[in-house]
């Protein structure tokens, strides 16, 4: 091989280590708002907290087998969206702000931070509930107060510009419908609809709350199909409630009318919907197309369906994990995790609208 050809090979193979370098770092940071779905530890900063997966068998498949915040046996979506993204997975908001952490007085929050806490609602109530989570307000209102030190850090034109290109994520709502169906005080002082117009308008206002702190492209997720929870099965003969899978339904329907009003209203956002329900009945009803066997029990907790109780260090564990879209009660497995960020990120308008994370990314 002569000088000049090796010459060009090697100015060839630094040109597309460029490009895939330049392809991970399109998007500079990932913020995550959400409830357990994508918590990935906040919660076990809470002192009195019972939403915490700080115990056995959580964690089992992650890479340090440990648990960890995470309610799954492994990764949870905001894990597999960072792989997508390029990024590492944003850290917990409590955990860089606690005194355990040695290099708290070192802290950026530049390269993406999670606010996402177990239990967590649009309304402040499911707070009642699990005795201690952090709402989507105040998720938002530490978000400002990061806005203010990443401005202080990089400078104020810097920062726009650098937000502008990171992704918002949003994965909440499942815990207000929970606690509405679940509550007959609540369904006697208000109408479904009622409720889910209040999520839906309450939601809106803190999207704006980001939109006004320079978040510019969204992420953001419905609510999936709740009736077919392990934890509704077992009060219906193992058959999903439809109830909940009712609500989800009408629920997505006015956020997706909410989230084109409100770009009509702010035409600089750019947003993506994920349909959790239509992509969680898709594997509930074709389970063999994905790998799964088992769609109604959990794969940790007790009793029938492994549904009577929660995830605990004494509870059933099932050794086939891969085959189950359903870890504990509520949430998904690692396995179904990935699949519904597959279909995030490249799904379908059947999925996703008017884009998918993708072309939002590129967009």
């Known amino acids: 091989m002569s000088y000049g050809t090796r010459v060009l090979i090697l100015i060839f ?3 597309i280590c460029g490009f895939s370098k330049g392809d991970q770092t399109v998007v500079p940071a990932l913020y995550v708002f959400g409830d357990s779905l ?28 440990k648990p960890n915040g995470r309610f799954s046996n492994g990764k949870n979506a905001a894990d597999f969206i960072s792989e997508k993204l390029g990024l590492a997975t944003s850290p917990p908001y409590l955990f860089l702000t606690s005194k355990s952490n040695a290099n ?5 929050f530049l390269d993406g931070v999670s606010f996402a806490s177990s239990g967590a609602g649009i309304f402040n109530g499911s707070d009642e509930r699990f005795r201690q989570s952090i709402p989507l307000t105040r ?49 006697n002082k208000i109408t479904p609809q009622q409720y889910l117009d209040s999520m839906v308008f309450s939601l809106k206002v803190q999207l704006q709350r980001l939109h006004n702190l320079g978040a510019r492209k969204f992420e953001i997720a419905g609510i999936g ?3 077919c929870t392990p934890a509704f099965r077992v009060k219906n003969k193992t058959e999903c409630i439809t109830d909940g899978n009712y609500w989800p339904i009408k629920y997505n329907e006015g956020l997706k009318s909410m989230l084109k009003e409100w770009q009509s209203e702010n ?24 790998g799964f066997r088992e769609i109604k029990a959990a794969c940790c907790g007790f ?8 995830c605990l260090p004494l509870s059933n564990l099932c050794s086939n994990r891969q085959d189950h879209i359903f870890w504990d009660l509520f949430h998904p497995t690692e396995a179904a995790n990935r699949i519904f960020v597959d279909k995030i990120f490249d799904g379908p308008s059947s999925y996703t609208s008017p884009i998918n994370m993708r072309q939002l990314v590129a967009a």
């Not at 104020?156 to 990171?166: E, M, T, V, W, Y």
């Not at 600089?268 to 994905?290: E, K, V």
């Open 267 to 290: 035409r600089d956002i750019i947003y993506s919907f994920f349909d959790t329900y239509a992509a969680h009945m898709d594997l509930i009803q074709n389970p063999a197309s994905y």
């Open 104 to 108: 708290k007085n070192n802290v950026t």
């Open 13 to 15: 193979l630094i040109i």
């Open 225 to 227: 199909a709740l009736g």
């Open 139 to 187: 998720q938002v209102t530490y978000y400002s107060d990061v806005y203010e030190d990443m401005k202080r850090e990089a400078g104020d034109a810097a920062l726009q510009k650098r937000l502008s290109k990171s992704i918002f994520a949003v994965v909440i709502g499942s815990n207000d419908l929970f606690g509405y169906l679940q509550s007959s005080n609540l369904r």
């Open 38 to 65: 994508v918590d990935v530890g906040n919660n076990n900063y809470l002192r009195i907290s019972v939403a915490r997966a700080d115990h056995p068998y959580y964690g089992i498949d992650f890479p340090t087998h």
């Open 303 to 310: 009793g029938e369906l492994n549904a009577r109780g929660l």
